[in-house]
Structures are given as structure tokens and as C-alpha cells.
């Protein structure tokens, strides 16, 4: 379910542009819709569960693997733009902690962004 390096090129411009890369997800789960909102809502309660304890996680590895951990996620379901706040956060391992805090907030709005995003999909399927 990984991509390494990210997104996948066919689909880059106009599935990033997406909360959720729903081409990608249905790749995922081989078309079973059931199975798609399953993830999502597993991604949904995880996604929720990794920010609350970064925001209370100290520096060092901890908060790190934390973010690498949701980056994998996201790029699971094709939640880019999580991926790509996640993978902001665990590039800052020595920063100051307003850096972090900024680097949180955004990583908020996109998880924020998805969840609106997937409960969208979950209400119209």
C-alpha cells in the first residue's frame, strides 16, 4: 500500500489536489466499497488518535515515528496531503518547538480537511 516517494505519477496532478485520492483508495481495496469505508474509518480514528498524541509527545524519536507512522497511513488511503504534513513533522527533529507547533496546526487542518473529506464519501455512498 506504500508508494515510495509518494504519489503515483499517473494520478499526481489531479488526485493531490484531493483530500482523499478515491482512485487510489478503490485501487487499494480492489473496488470492495465496503472495504473502502472500513479503512477509512480506521484511518479517521488512527489519524485522530497520532495528532493527539503528537501535540503531547516531547521532542525527540517518539514524536517522529509517530509522524512516519501516520505518513504511511495516509499515503495508504491516499490522504496526500496528511502524507505530506506527516512527513513535514518527522523531517523536524532538532526544531524549535514554534516550529513544531506550526508544523502540528498544519498537519490539524489537512487530517480536518480528510475526515470532512471521507464523511462526505461515507454519507453520499
Known sequence: MHHKGGIPGEYAAASFERPIDLVHLA??????????????????????SILAQMELTPPGKPR?????????????????????????????????????????????LAIRTAILAIEDVQQAA
Do not use: M, P, Y
Open 64 to 108: 517522529l515515528e509517530l509522524a512516519h507512522t501516520l505518513k504511511g497511513s495516509a499515503r495508504s488511503v491516499g490522504a496526500w496531503h496528511v502524507a505530506t504534513e506527516a512527513e513535514a513533522c518527522e523531517a523536524l527533529f532538532e526544531a524549535t518547538e514554534a516550529s513544531w507547533r506550526g508544523a502540528i496546526e498544519r498537519l490539524g
Open 27 to 48: 485501487r487499494q481495496t480492489l473496488g470492495d466499497r465496503s472495504l473502502e469505508r472500513e479503512v477509512l474509518n480506521l484511518f479517521v480514528v488512527q489519524a485522530r
